[in-house]
């Protein structure tokens, strides 16, 4: 059990600090996932004007900004994150006349925009990977990726033991001009996807012209793809557990990962962005992907010269268990608070379960407990001290789809492994929008359309129609929960106080007497204040927290 005293003396202390208000600090910023958000052609595959037919319903809805999933020209082994050209939009998803009109009227509606880059690693398509194959060992256009001669007696080994991200080594053989097996070359996701040399000055001037290119149309800032990648140890030793990112799926080779380069990096983007900044008062974001062991080690990427913001990921691998939760929260708020940066919490993305199946309990499916769980995780996270990122079909309450069949996985883990384990698919589905049949009003291409992933027949409980329509649904309590967030000065930015509570209650202040509190238990509680709640995740009698609830007090405790 946690000491409260000290959590709570720590907390003040840490935290008492005056900063100008940012927009990026407590955002909440909506994920789109462009090939699963809405299809404007009627191929069965969402696209950047089905992104702009659909700001309307996220002005609605109350976010502050869309993250756009890979867009760019790409041969789509792992949907839009192998790279061909990042100046450009792939056909499939429009063009860059139809991006500038997306733009345009999410200025209109106050919607900022941020894009997702992928600088750790390339399209094998890319010309210059492409150059670099048709090069001679030693290259000036091999030295912009990892390529080395392998082990053994004719260079049949790969260079070192490390294994990629998504199963197998870690390394691929080319066949040189003249017919030969050649040298290999580092990929730490697919062979499709080859890794970046960070160590070559061209890599970082070209990243500087992709950059710019997208500012100069307009875009708010960037969501950065692996950003604790990039710099490999430079003499590419093996590693004494090589298997451990294939196993975790999360970045533990630390030969590999978050290798101390990586920062001026970040301080360098960070300096492009203060310079479009400077002309025109307009503040870019960079938010990064960041897997690091610690909130420590997280703290370091968001220092006040390197990326505004950094995924928090601790919340969304966090047991269902109030002791939890507050420790990861009070961790955060003291490590990367304290840097005077802000946490940037998240629930869910499109590489994870989707929260109300990760919440659920097997031995009693049906009964909703995963639902109530994910709609109280969510008033949690709206009420924290910093900004907040929705995964698209969070705000509708999508369970997982557990049981598409193997034929029609796209996800290159099950086809580099063989295996149904960490596949993402499930969370991938394209959004019910209308109707009771798919697919539900995704594309325009009518009843006769198949979806790029099926859509199950239970999808129509969940449609958007259908929550618009009814105040109970899960998009109406977010929807009121970024009303109190825009209008309560409480909420947003700021501290934390926590309150002593009955066990399995979490509960904490914000600023002057907004009071959040949620029972991880399966019996009601006495809440921490008496009344009527502002919001509440579910039922909520004066007088009585039931479990699995959330709920918002204004009171002078």
């Known amino acids: 059990m946690h000491n409260r005293q000290h959590d709570r003396q720590v907390l003040g202390v840490s935290l008492q600090r005056i900063h100008t208000h940012h927009w990026w600090r407590d955002a909440v910023i909506y994920q789109v996932y462009v090939r699963s958000f809405l299809d404007s052609t009627g191929d069965g595959v969402g696209d950047l004007a089905g992104v702009r037919a659909g700001l309307p319903y996220l002005k609605k809805l109350g976010v502050d900004g869309v993250w756009l999933s890979p867009f760019f020209p790409s041969p789509q082994h792992d949907h839009g994150y192998d790279v061909a050209d ?141 950003a604790a990648g990039l710099y490999k140890h430079p003499e590419l030793p093996d590693s004494d557990d090589p298997e451990a990112d294939a196993r975790t799926r999360d970045a533990i080779n630390q030969l590999a990962w978050n290798r101390p380069e990586v920062h001026d990096v970040w301080r360098h983007w960070r300096a492009v962005c203060e310079e479009y900044t400077a002309r025109d008062g307009r503040e870019r974001l960079l938010v990064g992907e960041v897997s690091v062991p610690t909130a420590r080690e997280h703290a370091e990427y968001v220092r006040s010269d390197e990326l505004h913001q950094a995924f928090f990921f601790d919340l969304l691998r966090t047991p269902w268990d109030a002791d939890a939760f507050r420790k990861v929260v009070s961790e955060a708020m003291l490590d990367i608070a304290g840097t005077g940066s802000t946490v940037t919490w998240v629930l869910n993305n499109h590489d994870q379960v989707r929260t109300v199946t990760r919440y659920g309990e097997p031995a009693v499916e049906g009964s909703g407990l995963g639902a109530a769980r994910a709609r109280a995780a969510a008033l949690l996270m709206l009420a924290l001290p910093g900004a907040a990122y929705i995964y698209q079909g969070e705000e509708l309450g999508l369970p997982e789809v557990v049981d598409l069949p193997d034929d029609v996985l796209t996800d290159p883990i099950f086809h580099r492994t063989g295996s149904r384990m960490h596949v993402r698919d499930g969370c991938r589905v394209p959004l019910p929008w209308s109707g009771q049949a798919s697919p539900f009003g995704f594309t325009t291409g009518g009843d006769g359309v198949r979806t790029w992933l099926p859509q199950p027949e239970w999808f129509a409980e969940y449609a958007t129609e259908r929550a618009l329509a009814d105040t109970r649904s899960f998009w109406h309590m977010y929807r009121d929960a970024l009303q109190l967030r825009a209008s309560l000065p409480q909420l947003g930015e700021g501290t934390l106080r926590w309150l002593e509570t009955e066990p399995d209650v979490l509960a904490f202040v914000r600023g002057d007497g907004l009071v959040c509190a949620v029972n991880f238990g399966t019996a009601p509680a006495t809440p921490p204040v008496s009344g009527t709640p502002l919001l509440a995740s579910g039922p909520c009698p004066a007088g009585e927290l039931p479990g699995a609830t959330a709920a918002w007090w204004l009171s002078d405790l």
């Open 86 to 226: 990042y100046c450009g939009v792939d056909p499939l998803f429009g063009d860059l006349a139809e991006f500038d009109l997306l733009m345009k009227d999410a200025g209109r509606l106050g919607i900022k925009v941020l894009l997702d880059v992928v600088p750790n690693h390339c399209s094998s398509e890319h010309s210059w990977f492409r150059e670099a194959l048709a090069a001679e060992p030693g290259s000036e256009a091999r030295a912009r990726f990892h390529f080395a001669e392998g082990r053994g007696a004719n260079g049949e080994e790969p260079p070192n033991n490390w294994h990629a991200m998504f199963g197998g080594p870690a390394w691929s053989r080319v066949t040189e001009a003249d017919g030969s097996p050649g040298q290999w070359y580092l990929h730490m996701f697919t062979p499709e996807q080859p890794d970046w040399n960070w160590r070559n000055p061209e890599i970082s001037a070209e990243f500087d012209r992709v950059l710019r290119f997208w500012l100069d149309r307009g875009v708010d800032g960037f969501r950065i793809d692996v």
